[in-house]
């Protein structure tokens, strides 16, 4: 097909007002997935055991164990680790007796066991246990009681996190000049590659792109701060080569310094070894800048007070409903079931009020039973659910009074959330919440041009959207939208981040062999991008973790955002010394930029303005 038919094509699409077409499928699936979970938290725990009653440890002294869990709080358990003997005279202070990674989309079950020596010294005697999930001390250090099987206070545990740290990303820029012309032709294009030096051996870490003599000023890359400093953090040696394409030239020349001189801005002196003996230069090679950046995790904006609230949005509608049969509306049932089941129960630590905002969308509503595209999943004038109960409470009193339509509209309840989240934003000295909305559908989708429009404005907004597929048909629109990314444009506008996401739930159901092994890979496959998403739009809006929107300062380079946080939650003397200087440093960060904070202010009410009158173009 010439460009001339394809021209012709477009035309007609926008003189018809067809629906805009969706960026293709990914060949490869889940080929972005790994690049959109970002890197995980590795957490360190502290146990501090107080034994409370000292008489009911007949020898005096004690074990801690800690066992896990793969599957739920029933079990079964695997010993990971434990402590030496312990007495119960002294408080017991188990400092990074643990380290574990964080993992967003399953609760991870873990039960702490206190036993002692039998009278025989052949066997420990169970004293007491109980059950935590690593997500409940997220936000910070929670105490559990311990109780025998007497009913008796044994012991009080108090657990305590810190986050590791994470490597960092370092922005650096290079440029050469007074290269010999004997060696360099005054129009050869010339790059660069940078190496890390050990002892035994190098490693690339950038190459550049080909820049033309004599101006020889290459484009800003970035490394991991652990790729050019190693997971030690003591400086390290690096070696910059500048390349000619020109075969006959080749190597130009090298140097080998160390990132203290390096990054210290000043000219390095390149040598040849064929260019009078290696003893004179042949040019200078200047790293001209150099950034580190700090970007924050999840758990930082957890920690520092971000809340997550949650919605779900159930779709009604059915394309063909004359060869619907029985079965299909029980499996339709059964699906939501699963859905709501795993999301809420895996939810429930970061959603303390265990509520849901729970809406309905393409059916005729009593009592009139008009078209409806947003109403109460309850069909009350209230949204909110409590828990899994409350969610599926009301979807069966919707499921029996609603008559569905025969296609829903998506973009209400897209754009209902979106404003929700982007006016909270909006709201000074408030803490931030994020919210996380589930559109569970079979796909009869019937605005798709508004629905597009709609998810381009809500990628302004804090808010992710999780398409929930059921069935295995007429889900290739929404799966292509689910999988777009910043790739969703419609009409000039694009989408500013990658907010989307789909799963096809009933497939994950038909692919497993039992509900473990399904409620796991569906609950991967539909949160695993939550945690990134979220750090990543207060990140683009600058805004640190424990502040609101009013309080953050933009202090961006290079489309990064320069940020610092505290993560410490380490019980010790010098804690509160350590969390005074922070909090010093950040009043210090974020009062030293006046214009920067009215520049912001400025931003985000432009913004906001932007946002309103883009509803307003789209609702006409």
Known sequence: MNMVRIRHIMEMRRACKAPPLLPPKLRKEGSESTDRRGPKD??????????????????????????????????????????????????????????IEFSFERLQWFKMEI????????????????????????????????????????????????????????????????????????????????????????????????????KLLWRSFTVQSDDLYGTDGVDSQIEIVCISEEEKEGVIGQAVVSMEVAKAMEPISIFNESYKQGRKPIGEVRICRYQQLRVCSFLDYLRGGTSLKFAIAIDFSIRDPANVTHNDYQQYSNDIEFVVRCLADTLEPFNPTNSWLSYGFGAKIPPHYRDSNNFCLSLDVDATCQGVNGILNAFGKSYQNVHPLQGAKFSQIIYHLAKQAQNNFNRANEPPNYYVLFIITRGSIEDLKETVQAAIFASKAPISIVFVGVGCEGLDEIERMGNAGKRLEFQGRKSERDNLQFVNATKTRLECDNYSDMSTVFLEKSLQQIPWQCSTFYMQNHVLPGKSSSESVETSSGGLTVLASSSSRRPSSAHGQMEEEEEARMRTTSSSSGPAMDHFRSRRNRLSTEMRSMTLDDSR
């Open 42 to 99: 590795v957490m360190d725990l502290t146990f501090k055991v107080n034994t409370l009653a000292p008489e009911r440890y007949p020898s005096r002294t004690f074990y801690f164990h800690l066992y896990e869990s793969q599957d739920s709080s029933e079990g079964p358990w695997n010993l990971i680790t434990e402590s030496d003997r312990l007495g119960t005279d002294d408080v017991a202070n188990l400092e990074d007796f643990l380290a």
């Open 115 to 214: 036993s002692e020596q039998s009278e025989n010294g052949a066997q420990k005697v169970f004293k007491a246990s109980e059950i935590f999930t690593i997500a409940q001390i997220c936000a910070g250090p929670i105490g559990f009681p311990m109780v025998d099987q007497m009913g008796y206070r044994v012991a009080e545990i108090e657990i305590w996190s810190q986050l590791r740290d994470r490597p960092q990303p370092i922005v650096m820029q290079m440029e050469a000049k007074n290269f010999s012309t004997k060696l360099v032709s005054s129009n050869s294009n010339v790059y660069t590659e940078v190496y890390r030096v050990d002892e035994d051996q190098k490693r690339m870490l950038y190459r550049s792109e080909p820049t033309k003599q004599p």
